[in-house]
């Protein structure tokens, strides 16, 4: 039997179709799933690019897709799953000689690179009809979410970073107040939204001052500032930076209270050079005990975390967070990026 999946050939460029594969291996786990959606980035576009992306050993082709939502077929008793639930299946993997981060379930934080990622790195994806999973690499989400589940994966990268702002910040006697998130894509959103959540006051910053990423943010009780930081007055206990902009990365520094904690959820393309007093920079750093961190992934205990804070939210306004849900015969188009989109998803199967 076959079903459909786009596949890449990695680092090919733009090798990316829409074809028939064969089912989905029982080694890749024991829960078989039905693809209800799978949400798209700026990391499949890179992977369809050629920028980056590997085939599993032995194969030619990826099957692309690691923001996931299924609906389990069959699972295996005693394995925590049921048919008919919905799942949401992790990313990353540990490296099969696990590094002590690996051994400890924080496969996020893997310290050798020896990690696989569905969909990325090593591993079949989630963009197919169906796909499986293991009992340990997979959440339940609220079923009452429906197909919105699907922003458990990117609510797990800023839960991750929620976190972890967090534990620095216990280092000392800290409560912090006052936050900024700099982009006002999916991820600064659900950023923001985790950080209203706290009971923060919460800032945006982003480029465009129309549309819809305004009201959302502003629709959750942030204030939303476009342009320049410069013009956002005032200095933040927490900054969230979800643009990997370097020279923005580099200003917000200066809006960093005194112990303020700053997180790096984006990668800045190669090759932009900007000049920097370092000096400067060093002495406001060590002065006000500052630290900036940068984070990736998620491991378990983010998807949980994410599971419950998409629980929380307002339905209506995580329904307006996605702008685009195409079938996966128009999986290139949802790719493309469109004047007002804030998160595309290829919806594959109905709840």
């Known amino acids: 039997m076959t079903m459909l999946a786009v596949t890449v050939g990695p680092p090919s460029p733009n090798s990316g179709a829409l074809e028939k594969v064969p089912e989905p291996d029982p080694a890749e786990g024991s829960i078989l799933c039905e693809t209800i959606a799978v949400g798209v980035d700026g990391t499949d576009n890179e992977i369809v690019e050629g920028k980056y992306g590997e085939a599993p050993p032995g194969t030619g082709r990826l099957i692309l897709g690691h923001e996931s939502l299924g609906r389990v077929l069959e699972a295996p008793a005693g394995s925590g799953f049921a048919p008919g639930e919905l799942v949401v299946g992790f990313v990353r993997r540990p490296d099969p000689e696990p590094c002590d981060s690996c051994a400890a379930g924080e ?99 982003d480029v465009v001052d129309t549309g819809l ?82 984070s990736v992934n998620a491991n378990r205990r983010h998807y949980e975390q994410a599971a419950d804070a998409l629980a929380w939210a307002d339905r209506g306004w995580l329904d307006r967070l996605v702008t685009r849900w ?9 790719l493309g990026r469109r004047d007002g989109d804030v998160k595309t998803v290829v919806e594959i199967g109905r709840i």
């Open 107 to 205: 496969w996020d934080m893997c310290r050798n690179g020896l990690y696989t990622e569905r969909g990325i790195k090593g591993r079949h994806g989630y963009l197919s009809e169906r796909f499986r999973i293991e009992p340990e690499f997979a959440v339940k989400p609220d079923p009452a979410l429906g197909r919105l589940a699907v922003l458990t994966e990117p609510t797990s990268v800023v839960a991750k970073a929620w976190e972890h702002v967090e534990r620095i910040g216990r280092r000392a006697v800290w409560e912090p107040s006052r936050a900024l998130v700099t982009g006002a894509g999916p991820l600064g959103l659900l950023g923001a939204m985790l950080g209203r959540q706290r009971g923060l006051d919460v800032h945006v910053l």
């Open 213 to 294: 990423k305004p009201k959302l943010a502003r629709d959750l009780g942030a204030t939303y500032h476009a342009g320049s930081l410069d013009d956002v007055a005032g200095l933040f206990d927490v900054v969230i930076d979800c643009t990997g902009v370097g020279p923005l990365v580099f200003h917000a520094i200066d809006h960093l209270a005194p112990d303020g904690v700053m997180c790096l959820t984006g990668i800045s393309p190669a090759g932009r050079t900007l000049p920097l007093d370092v000096d400067t920079l060093n002495k406001q750093m060590v002065l006000n005990n500052n630290v900036v961190f940068g």
């Open 326 to 334: 195409m079938p996966l015969a128009a999986w290139m188009e949802a």
